[in-house]
């Protein structure tokens, strides 16, 4: 079955770098688009960045310039890469695959930045 498995999160301080991975399997990984998520409490749920197949980035006016997906197709992982973090960046963030609502969430993993 598709499964999301998200890593790397941390507790880091403003300013701060961090790097997340997702382990992604059950479907052929470059054939879709994906997406990073993540949600803060009392948040709905959103989408920061995305990568179609070929790689083509898109992201939120809040990260753009700060953080930079990417993935590996041959070893179907994404990855988040987040730099100059701030207070408001702390979330738990998810991956999957974009518009497959059927899609189950993985875990998550939890960001917080603090001082």
């Known amino acids: 079955q598709v499964q999301f498995v998200e890593s790397g999160g941390d507790l880091v301080q403003p300013g701060g770098s961090l790097r997340l991975s997702c382990a992604a399997s059950g479907f052929i990984f470059s054939r879709y688009v994906m997406g990073w998520y993540r949600q803060s409490p009392g948040k709905q749920r959103e989408m920061v960045a995305s990568s179609s197949s070929g790689g083509v980035a898109n992201y939120i006016d809040a990260v753009k310039g700060r953080f930079t997906i990417s993935r590996d197709n041959d070893q179907n992982t994404g990855y988040l890469q987040m730099n100059t973090l701030t207070t408001e960046d702390t979330a738990v963030y998810y991956c999957?695959?974009?518009?497959?609502?059927?899609?189950?969430w993985g875990q998550g993993t939890q960001v917080t930045v603090s001082s």
């Open positions: 999957k695959r974009v518009g497959s609502t059927l899609d189950v």
